[in-house]
């Protein structure tokens, strides 16, 4: 899979790829990131890539031209199956906007600033738009690095065990189960008996109970949702 993020920051993206597990991922081949600064774009000698709002009103809004260039020059060296547009009037990040994600090929993700990008990028040139919760951020840097996590981490052979992303909280519609390592117990505070017998069938029903028991308490609007 390759990313290509388009940002006028790309200093406050970096980071997430240069650590854990999203830098093996890169380091492994599995998932290539470019970053694509939109000031590269730019025509004029202030490399302005915004300005003021036709019919007036407060903020700056980012100019078409520097996005054309950029996604125009991205897509003559390849196909791109999505173009997402981070903005917190997008559709909602999802476990399941995700999963589809992870088996693209290739994909942009423009990140906004200041009010928003001029609405004809967005109708000319975006395929999908999401944003990561109700509320906004200042700009959608950080938005894209969340998307990028819960995207590379289901990329076959990311984690380590293929086997810990299908157990996610979300996957299966429910929150996960409460989990415990050694000791046994500590500070008197125990650990569930049943989980040392071995009787496998029997900890995986008190798992999928305590995972329903979780999300009726927590988010009894996941369960609605099925
Ligand atoms: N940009 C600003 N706010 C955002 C949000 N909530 N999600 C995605 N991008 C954003």
């Given at each position: 899979m390759r990313i290509d993020i388009i940002t006028v920051l790309p200093e406050l993206l970096k980071s997430p790829f240069e650590a854990s597990i999203l830098k093996r991922a890169i380091d492994a081949g599995l998932v290539e990131v470019h970053f694509h600064n939109l000031r590269d774009y730019t025509t004029d000698n202030y490399k302005s890539i915004d300005d003021t709002q036709f019919g007036g009103g407060a903020g700056m809004v980012m100019m078409i031209e520097p996005i054309d260039k950029c996604i125009s020059a991205l897509k003559t060296e390849r196909n791109y199956d999505e173009i997402i547009y981070m903005t917190p009037d997008g559709e909602t990040l999802k476990q399941g906007i995700a999963n589809q994600l992870s088996l693209k090929e290739n994909i942009i993700i423009l990140c906004g600033h200041y009010k928003g990008v001029d609405q004809r990028v967005?109708?000319?040139?975006?395929?999908?738009?999401?944003?990561?919760?109700?509320?906004?951020l200042s700009g959608g840097e950080l938005g894209a690095a969340v998307l990028c996590d819960a995207v590379i981490r289901l990329i076959p052979g990311v984690l380590g065990n293929e086997t810990s992303a299908l157990t996610d909280s979300f996957q299966d519609g429910l929150l996960a189960p409460p989990i415990y390592t050694k000791p046994r117990e500590y500070k008197g505070w125990k650990v569930p008996e049943l989980l040392f017998g071995g009787n496998l069938p029997k900890i995986e029903k008190w798992r999928e109970e305590?995972?329903?028991?979780?999300?009726?308490?927590?988010?009894?609007?996941?369960l609605d949702e099925n």
């Open positions: 967005r109708d000319h040139f975006i395929t999908r738009e999401i944003s990561i919760g109700d509320y906004v305590q995972a329903y028991i979780r999300t009726k308490e927590r988010r009894p609007d996941l």
